[in-house]
Nanobody, 123 residues
Framework: QVQLVESGGGLVQAGGSLRLSCAAS????????MGWYRQAPGKQRALVAD???????NYADSVKGRFTISRDNAKNTVYLQMNSLKPEDTAVYYC?????????????????WGQGTQVTVSS
């Protein structure tokens, strides 16, 4: 069984910072692309940032310069440092990862989602 466990969400005032963490656990050998998505009420889930195992990163235009994604490959963990938060960043944030799982001695890549963590930015 593979799980993505997120932490770090909460309530913060505009201009503040939060750091989200997402750890992949279970029968995982390694993770390839890992990233964060968010979904605000009444809106579709959208990419915030993602990163490859080699460290390449990609950001949504709305968070460039404010958010930083990073990862610890040894721990199969991805982080999202969010600075200068705005009320429009309020959403449920979901971790997503493509990880190689050991299935009867062979590795297969699967896509996994975390349960989501609420981020609320007050004005």
């Amino acid at each position: 069984q593979v799980q993505l466990v997120e932490s770090g969400g909460g309530l913060v005032q505009a201009g503040g910072s939060l750091r989200l963490s997402c750890a992949a656990s279970g029968s995982i050998f390694s993770c390839n692309a890992m990233g964060w998505y968010r979904q605000a009420p009444g809106k579709q889930r959208a990419l915030v940032a993602d990163t490859t195992s080699g460290g390449r990163t990609n950001y949504a235009d709305s968070v460039k310069g404010r958010f930083t994604i990073s990862r610890d490959n040894a721990k199969n963990t991805v982080y999202l440092q969010m600075n200068s938060l705005k009320p429009e960043d309020t959403a449920v944030y979901y971790c997503n990862a493509y990880c190689n799982a050991d299935v009867f001695g062979r590795l297969y890549e699967y896509n996994y989602w975390g349960q989501g963590t609420q981020v609320t930015v007050s004005s």
